[in-house]
């Protein structure tokens, strides 16, 4: 039997993915350390490390700690600010064939709402992902995406400077009900989401008998999460994004094809690798390439036909 | 550019050619890189580190597993470990250049449990060569290198490295470590030079050893050692450089002591390091800015090797 093309291109909030995989915002750079180890064009796209008005220098070290089959950080959005972005990363960023979602990130509303017009105008950027979910920030970040009304309010905001380009909420799984934020987010006119953020959590020393990071507190990434993700992805799915016609970028402890695909069924349109992309930098590259085996073996020729398929 | 025209680091898989405990919890590893990962580490500096993925690596049998590691062993490995090198060895022939390298590692966690459990003819999938190296000023005569504990490795690369390539610079190597048995090297007692490091010996570079509980060479701390060196021998600021790998406090030793002697002096840092490229920020080393405030830079991608005048160190 002749081997069909299937076709791994999907419709996000309005852009042509040339594949369902991108990379996650904060485990990727501006992709430019990527490029030696993939081709970013054959993603659907990639998100920014987060960009703040000002640089942010970040958290003190230790930023980061092991933990069963996941990670804990708390880098603190360190990152060099919009000015220094738009003069040294998006001449870069524009030289990729791929769609660049930059993260958003703030201590106010207002700062949120500087850096995203400041960005719309620029041709480089396709999207943005509103990042109030961040649990390594006293300010901004998951104090916003943990309030319904807040969310609604910063999204809005942000909405209204975005211009044409899609904007995506990305939500904490740090909350009773996910998918009361995540209505939050799409009433107030939120593109696309994105889930699930890190989850709050903390590593002790026994012999010190501290915490591990210098924050105390981190974000939990990394296969430990997957299966609370893909189950916080199809609820949202079923509840909220389906009859909304929203689609979800699902994410969390994503490795390899398998997982890939699980999100996929549960009701992602595209999916993000994060913590796997530190250890094999071409993880992204690969799934995009599974996702094309896994289909053609199951008889599918039109990856769309998977998003939400779960029996 | 959607895929780096100019590739100086990537994935390749290494054969590991021996795996043997030193003593205690120090083991030696030389592997052995494929094709792709000769060539990418045929000019490779001492000082940078290539990171290995251990986590497929199975766990050797309990009884092989240090008592106070059992527990922490039972943790899945998910990141890659960082590793330099005491040894990289290039040869060259009509077939292209093959790389060996030479890894001291001391089983402290899950990861290095796992390593101990490599056999002659496995293979790993390993990234690199990551970070930058120490770098060795032209005109360079007198090289002062100060290493501690399970910093040293480097340290005798960059021995061999300075042996080989700089025939008008003499190295001098000052080692430290809590212990004698916590010296990552061969230790022999000789005649008249007292302890010996036969690592360094081998390679030709004179080597002195400072131990906190006088068990082996100098009771006292390294930099104190290196300190009375320097006393009692003709300098010139010019023309000498301290290089130092190893505990945070011993390289601001090292770094006071540099000062002191007005010497420029290189510092290789250590940081938990989820990636190893720059893309997770974890690594972040305090440094000096222009402006006279602070600013973090990545051990992974703007170090591992600083100016000791740049960083802050930390004290604790």
Same mark, same amino acid.
């Given at each position: 039997?002749?081997?069909?093309?299937?076709?791994?291109?999907?419709?996000?909030?309005?852009?042509?993915?040339?594949?369902?995989?991108?990379?996650?915002?904060?485990?990727?750079?501006?992709?430019?350390?990527?490029?030696?180890?993939?081709?970013?064009?054959?993603?659907?796209?990639?998100?920014?490390?987060?960009?703040?008005?000002?640089?942010?220098?970040?958290?003190?070290?230790?930023?980061?700690?092991?933990?069963?089959?996941?990670?804990?950080?708390?880098?603190?959005?360190?990152?060099?600010?919009?000015?220094?972005?738009?003069?040294?990363?998006?001449?870069?960023?524009?030289?990729?064939?791929?769609?660049?979602?930059?993260?958003?990130?703030?201590?106010?509303?207002?700062?949120?709402?500087?850096?995203?017009?400041?960005?719309?105008?620029?041709?480089?950027?396709?999207?943005?992902?509103?990042?109030?979910?961040?649990?390594?920030?006293?300010?901004?970040?998951?104090?916003?995406?943990?309030?319904?009304?807040?969310?609604?309010?910063?999204?809005?905001?942000?909405?209204?400077?975005?211009?044409?380009?899609?904007?995506?909420?990305?939500?904490?799984?740090?909350?009773?009900?996910?998918?009361?934020?995540?209505?939050?987010?799409?009433?107030?006119?939120?593109?696309?989401?994105?889930?699930?953020?890190?989850?709050?959590?903390?590593?002790?020393?026994?012999?010190?008998?501290?915490?591990?990071?210098?924050?105390?507190?981190?974000?939990?990434?990394?296969?430990?999460?997957?299966?609370?993700?893909?189950?916080?992805?199809?609820?949202?799915?079923?509840?909220?994004?389906?009859?909304?016609?929203?689609?979800?970028?699902?994410?969390?402890?994503?490795?390899?094809?398998?997982?890939?695909?699980?999100?996929?069924?549960?009701?992602?349109?595209?999916?993000?690798?994060?913590?796997?992309?530190?250890?094999?930098?071409?993880?992204?590259?690969?799934?995009?390439?599974?996702?094309?085996?896994?289909?053609?073996?199951?008889?599918?020729?039109?990856?769309?036909?998977?998003?939400?398929?779960?029996? | 550019?959607?895929?780096?025209?100019?590739?100086?680091?990537?994935?390749?898989?290494?054969?590991?050619?021996?795996?043997?405990?030193?003593?205690?919890?120090?083991?030696?590893?030389?592997?052995?890189?494929?094709?792709?990962?000769?060539?990418?580490?045929?000019?490779?500096?001492?000082?940078?580190?290539?990171?290995?993925?251990?986590?497929?690596?199975?766990?050797?049998?309990?009884?092989?597993?240090?008592?106070?590691?059992?527990?922490?062993?039972?943790?899945?490995?998910?990141?890659?470990?960082?590793?330099?090198?005491?040894?990289?060895?290039?040869?060259?022939?009509?077939?292209?250049?093959?790389?060996?390298?030479?890894?001291?590692?001391?089983?402290?966690?899950?990861?290095?449990?796992?390593?101990?459990?490599?056999?002659?003819?496995?293979?790993?999938?390993?990234?690199?060569?990551?970070?930058?190296?120490?770098?060795?000023?032209?005109?360079?005569?007198?090289?002062?290198?100060?290493?501690?504990?399970?910093?040293?490795?480097?340290?005798?690369?960059?021995?061999?490295?300075?042996?080989?390539?700089?025939?008008?610079?003499?190295?001098?190597?000052?080692?430290?470590?809590? +212990?004698?048995?916590?010296?990552?090297?061969?230790?022999?007692?000789?005649?008249?030079?007292?302890?010996?490091?036969?690592?360094?010996?081998?390679?030709?570079?004179?080597?002195?050893?400072?131990?906190?509980?006088?068990?082996?060479?100098?009771?006292?701390?390294?930099?104190?050692?290196?300190?009375?060196?320097?006393?009692?021998?003709?300098?010139?600021?010019?023309?000498?450089?301290?290089?130092?790998?190893?505990?945070?406090?011993?390289?601001?030793?090292?770094?006071?002591?540099?000062?002191?002697?007005?010497?420029?002096?290189?510092?290789?840092?250590?940081?938990?390091?989820?990636?190893?490229?720059?893309?997770?920020?974890?690594?972040?080393?305090?440094?000096?800015?222009?402006?006279?405030? +602070?600013?973090?830079?990545?051990?992974?991608?703007?170090?591992?090797?600083?100016?000791?005048?740049?960083?802050?160190?930390?004290?604790?």
């Amino acid at each position: 039997m002749m081997e069909q093309d299937v076709n791994l291109t999907v419709d996000f909030a309005g852009l042509d993915l040339a594949a369902p995989v991108m990379t996650a915002s904060g485990t990727c750079g501006y992709a430019d350390e990527l490029s030696e180890f993939m081709d970013v064009s054959m993603l659907g796209g990639i998100t920014t490390k987060s960009i703040s008005l000002n640089p942010r220098k970040g958290n003190p070290t230790p930023r980061i700690v092991e933990t069963s089959e996941g990670m804990l950080n708390a880098i603190g959005l360190a990152n060099m600010g919009l000015d220094q972005f738009i003069e040294e990363k998006i001449p870069v960023l524009e030289q990729l064939n791929t769609k660049i979602f930059v993260n958003l990130a703030g201590q106010t509303i207002d700062e949120y709402v500087a850096v995203a017009d400041r960005l719309a105008k620029e041709s480089a950027i396709d999207g943005f992902e509103l990042n109030i979910s961040c649990p390594n920030v006293k300010k901004g970040g998951i104090t916003f995406g943990t309030d319904p009304k807040l969310i609604g309010e910063i999204t809005a905001a942000v909405k209204k400077v975005c211009l044409k380009k899609p904007l995506m909420v990305k939500l904490t799984p740090t909350v009773t009900d996910i998918s009361i934020t995540a209505k939050a987010a799409i009433e107030a006119g939120a593109d696309a989401l994105s889930l699930v953020n890190t989850f709050t959590a903390m590593a002790i020393d026994i012999e010190t008998q501290k915490p591990v990071l210098a924050n105390r507190t981190g974000g939990l990434s990394g296969p430990a999460i997957k299966p609370i993700a893909v189950y916080l992805v199809n609820k949202v799915y079923n509840e909220v994004a389906k009859d909304a016609g929203i689609p979800i970028l699902g994410m969390g402890g994503i490795r390899n094809t398998e997982d890939a695909v699980e999100f996929i069924i549960a009701g992602a349109t595209a999916v993000a690798i994060g913590t796997a992309t530190f250890v094999y930098p071409n993880t992204a590259e690969s799934i995009v390439s599974g996702l094309g085996r896994y289909c053609q073996k199951k008889g599918i020729f039109d990856i769309r036909e998977l998003i939400g398929c779960l029996k | 550019m959607n895929k780096a025209e100019s590739v100086t680091k990537g994935l390749f898989q290494a054969k590991v050619l021996s795996n043997q405990q030193i003593r205690q919890c120090y083991y030696r590893i030389i592997l052995e890189f494929d094709p792709k990962g000769s060539e990418l580490f045929r000019n490779v500096l001492p000082g940078q580190f290539l990171e290995i993925d251990l986590s497929r690596i199975s766990l050797p049998e309990t009884s092989r597993i240090p008592k106070h590691l059992r527990d922490v062993s039972q943790r899945q490995v998910l990141l890659r470990r960082p590793f330099s090198f005491s040894d990289v060895m290039i040869s060259r022939d009509k077939k292209g250049v093959s790389v060996k390298v030479e890894i001291l590692y001391c089983v402290l966690g899950p990861a290095t449990v796992r390593m101990m459990s490599l056999k002659n003819d496995d293979t790993i999938n390993v990234m690199g060569p990551l970070g930058n190296g120490f770098s060795v000023p032209s005109g360079l005569s007198q090289a002062i290198l100060i290493a501690g504990g399970m910093g040293s490795p480097p340290i005798l690369h960059l021995a061999s490295y300075l042996k080989q390539r700089y025939p008008e610079c003499q190295p001098v190597c000052f080692v430290g470590a809590k +212990t004698c048995e916590d010296l990552p090297f061969t230790v022999r007692i000789g005649n008249i030079t007292g302890v010996v490091l036969e690592e360094f010996e081998i390679v030709r570079v004179p080597s002195f050893v400072a131990t906190d509980d006088g068990s082996a060479g100098y009771r006292g701390f390294v930099t104190d050692n290196a300190r009375h060196w320097i006393e009692h021998n003709q300098i010139d600021p010019n023309s000498t450089v301290i290089f130092a790998c190893g505990p945070e406090p011993m390289l601001l030793s090292a770094a006071l002591l540099a000062e002191n002697y007005k010497l420029p002096c290189q510092v290789s840092m250590e940081r938990m390091m989820a990636c190893g490229i720059g893309l997770c920020q974890s690594c972040a080393v305090e440094t000096k800015s222009s402006a006279g405030d +602070t600013k973090y830079r990545l051990c992974c991608k703007d170090g591992p090797v600083f100016n000791a005048n740049d960083v802050i160190f930390h004290k604790a």
